[in-house]
């Protein structure tokens, strides 16, 4: 139980177009998804909060413009980088969490984004 | 605001042997959860344990075990009889009740010599 399913997994796009990463919890109800940012080497970053049927809050520093996120049922989120530039190319990685255990995140495998 | 520090960038184990990985926290809040997420090449973040702060016992999974300490704000994962498997990044991550968002460590790479 507890899997949660990340599409694409690999996306390499031109400079100002925008790229959708959908993030599904497959076995249970997601009340909350997490997005999370991870450059090489380094610990996960968080993004942005949301939860289904509400504006999703971002972390300071996350532009909410440049990240779109959308959570708009309870077992898929998304999240839409927009006008891509090279400097948005990294790891993406959604996360849910349900309603038991409800203090527990699973991850979603990830997504690498490489913007030429 | 809530930290969470690890300090061994890199560890490494004999295969079979057992190793210790160390985490400390700085909180001020009494109810809380701990984990351990391991994150191999494939860069898939695995749960590994989960421990209660209002639990005093140490939680267990299989080869998996914590020491939690939470007066002195530690939370160590020990690995036991290592296995190839094992290598990977591990986080140690802290949930309180504010905004309840994990805070995630810098990791510990562990790596396992056959």
């Known amino acids: 139980g507890a899997v949660v399913s990340q599409h694409p997994s690999w996306v390499i796009c031109k400079s100002g177009t925008s790229v959708k990463i959908e993030c599904r919890s497959l076995?249970?109800?997601?009340?909350?998804m997490f997005w999370y940012r991870q450059f090489p080497k380094q610990s996960l970053m968080l993004m942005a909060t949301?939860?289904?049927?509400?504006?999703?809050?971002?972390e300071q520093g996350v532009e909410k413009d440049k990240f779109l996120i959308n959570h708009a049922s309870l077992t898929l989120s998304t999240l839409t980088v927009t006008s891509a530039h090279p400097e948005d190319s990294s790891f993406y990685i959604c996360?849910?969490?349900?309603?038991?255990?409800?203090?527990?995140?699973?991850f979603g495998p990830g997504t690498r984004l490489l913007v030429l | 605001a809530q930290t969470v520090t690890q300090s061994q960038p890199e560890m490494s184990v004999q295969e079979a042997e057992t190793v210790t990985l160390s985490c400390t926290y700085d909180?001020?809040?009494?109810?809380?959860?701990l984990f351990w997420y391991k994150q191999p090449p494939s860069r898939q973040m695995i749960l590994v344990i989960r421990?209660?702060?209002?639990?005093?016992q140490n939680a267990t999974e299989n080869r998996f075990s914590v020491n939690f300490q939470k007066a002195a704000k530690s939370f160590s994962l020990k690995i036991s009889d290592s296995q190839l498997g094992d290598a990977a990044m591990y986080f140690c991550?802290?949930?309180?009740?504010?905004?309840?968002?994990?805070?995630f460590g810098g990791g510990t790479r562990l790596m396992v010599k056959p």
């Open positions: 996360s849910a969490r349900g309603v038991f255990p409800q203090e527990t995140q699973y």
């Open positions: 076995d249970f109800q997601a009340t909350t």
């Open positions: 949301s939860n289904e049927g509400s504006k999703a809050t971002y």
């Open positions: 909180t001020s809040e009494s109810d809380y959860y």
């Open positions: 421990q209660e702060a209002y639990k005093q």
């Open positions: 991550a802290y949930d309180g009740n504010a905004g309840n968002m994990l805070t």
